[in-house]
């Protein structure tokens, strides 16, 4: 994490410091950690100039193309904002993001020394099904897709998801790359996002719920709706289980000035 904001020169224009990356995971996510956490700490306060994507391609030795992705998933969680000829800065609100910023579970395995493992469990269109429709507050003539996966650390379950996906809002999302990515990193990678709401409580786990965690029916289990919007459109709604002890929330922010 970059604590530092000493500055390198490119052209005429200051940039601070770029940070080192940690290693962990495919590269645009890696890219995308080491810029985003100076400016979740402060370290890079709003209006910060970002090191445009020729000179961040130089010093990581990747293409624009993997560049360009990370930094596009930074201004999707309104971090960072584009200015034609000025650049890209970070935004005047980014420290007033929610506490549970929308990370991939694998990038929070990492950070925590774990070794992440994946497997899905279900995927299929989804039928009119009514209650599942209004959850995600779709009509029924909205194309769904319905989805179950396993997140672990060590080998051992930390979360069970179950996703519903609005295919209209994410065109090109099929069950073919959920085999082995999960859906958060693909969405975060593929779909924009405007507005995101969170819903925590407490729940014991229903029989197929403790079966896949392996833990007792009737375990307590932290759970969390996550739903996120493009405009007014409604893109995902995802049903997080994590048992007992394994899964900890933790947010750091400061008051806005």
């Known amino acids: ?20 990356l940690d290693g962990e995971g495919p590269l645009w996510q890696q890219i995308r ?36 992705k990370a930094i596009q998933t930074l201004v999707s ?19 007033e993001r929610p506490v549970f910023e929308i990370w991939d579970i694998a990038d929070l395995v990492a950070r925590n020394g774990g070794k992440y493992g994946y497997q899905l469990l279900e995927c299929r269109k989804l ?3 009514p209650e599942r429709r209004e959850l995600l507050g779709v009509s029924l003539r909205t194309p769904i897709l319905w989805m179950r996966c396993m997140h672990m ?12 996906i609005n295919i209209n809002a994410a065109p090109n999302i099929t069950c073919q790359p959920l ?20 819903k925590i409580f407490a729940r014991e786990a229903p029989a197929e719920v403790a079966t896949e965690l392996k833990v007792k029916t009737g ?11 493009n405009q007014s459109t409604p ?6 289980w994590h048992p007992d002890s394994r899964h900890n929330l933790v947010g750091h922010f400061r008051p806005a000035r």
């Not at 500055?7 to 770029?18: E, H």
Request: aromatic residues 6%.
């Open 33 to 68: 950690r080491a810029l985003a956490d100076p400016i979740l700490n402060g370290a890079w306060p709003p209006g910060t100039r970002i090191p445009p994507e020729t000179m961040l391609t130089e010093q990581f030795r990747t293409s624009r193309m993997t560049v360009s």
């Open 127 to 129: 039928g009119p099904d």
């Open 179 to 198: 085999e082995t990515q999960g859906p958060g990193s693909w969405l975060m990678a593929q779909v924009p996002w405007t507005d995101a709401e969170h």
């Open 219 to 229: 375990t307590a289990c932290l759970v969390v709706d996550r739903r996120t919007w």
């Open 77 to 95: 969680d309104g971090l960072v904002q584009r200015r034609r000829k000025v650049g890209t800065l970070v935004a005047e609100r980014a420290l």
């Open 153 to 164: 650390s060590d080998g051992t379950p930390i979360q069970l998801e179950e996703r519903l």
């Open 235 to 240: 893109v995902t709604l995802a049903r997080l």
């Open 1 to 20: 994490m970059a604590t530092r904001t000493a500055s390198k020169s490119f052209g005429r224009i200051p940039y601070p410091v770029i940070p080192s």
